[in-house]
T-cell receptor
Framework: DAGVTQSPTHLIKTRGQQVTLRCSPKSGHDTVSWYQQALGQGPQFIFQYYEEEERQRGNFPDRFSGHQFPNYSSELNVNALLLGDSALYLC??????????????FGPGTRLTVL | GESVGLHLPTLSVQEGDNSIINCAYSNSASDYFIWYKQESGKGPQFIIDIRSNMDKRQGQRVTVLLNKTVKHLSLQIAATQPGDSAVYFCAEIYNQGGKLIFGQGTELSVKP
């Protein structure tokens, strides 16, 4: 049973560039959430996708956008990168609309470095 | 505001001893709590969860205790092993929102 997978594992960009991160949920899961984890901190919620729609959003600017595909996989896009966007980006998957089941399983993350 | 805090940022224990990691949460409306383990360079790994209608739940070598009166959560690890060395996060969900609120984490170091 495949767990949550993310690609790429590492990425280096320069300020002002755009980046796309990808996530495939655990088999049987249909909900994807994205988190940003700065070094030494706990993950911070970015947004959640279910049925190809953004269902919830955390306190992140519009430079952060996402998409969910019919196969439940998801992308996170960040435009106009800032140095402060350097972090580990985590994808978590779960089953069902938020509230019916809450256990979220995380992928290994994508380490983004902005120079 | 939203916060899930941890009492101790680091914990060092001897191999074979029991470990207790504590967590305080601020939102009395929280209805679901999860403990995650995160090893260096990896994503958080689910350990155990508990709902607000319970006060104790046991897994394999781990026990989570929930005290809603004082809004306190703890993770007990029995017979701690070197492989348990990692950062442990508690996280909460409230209002069935699906958004996990994480604390800063406690780093557990197991001495052989």
């Amino acid at each position: 049973d495949a767990g949550v997978t993310q690609s790429p594992t590492h990425l280096i960009k320069t300020r002002g560039q755009q980046v796309t991160l990808r996530c495939s949920p655990k088999s049987g899961h249909d909900t994807v959430s994205w988190y940003q984890q700065a070094l030494g901190q706990g993950p911070q919620f970015i947004f959640q996708y279910y049925e190809e729609e953004e269902r919830q959003r955390g306190n992140f600017p519009d430079r952060f956008s996402g998409h969910q595909f019919p196969n439940y996989s998801s992308e996170l896009n960040v435009n106009a990168l800032l140095l402060g966007d350097s972090a580990l980006y985590l994808c978590a998957s779960s089953y069902g609309l938020a509230g019916r089941t809450d256990t979220q399983y995380f992928g290994p993350g994508t380490r983004l470095t902005v120079l | 505001g939203e916060s899930v805090g941890l009492h101790l940022p680091t914990l060092s224990v001897q191999e074979g001893d029991n470990s207790i990691i504590n967590c305080a949460y601020s939102n009395s409306a929280s209805d679901y709590f999860i403990w995650y383990k995160q090893e260096s360079g990896k994503g958080p790994q689910f350990i155990i969860d508990i709902r607000s209608n319970m006060d104790k739940r046991q897994g394999q070598r781990v026990t989570v205790l929930l005290n809603k009166t004082v809004k306190h959560l703890s993770l007990q690890i029995a017979a701690t092993q070197p492989g348990d060395s990692a950062v442990y996060f508690c996280a909460e969900i409230y209002n069935q929102g699906g958004k996990l609120i994480f604390g800063q984490g406690t780093e557990l170091s197991v001495k052989p």
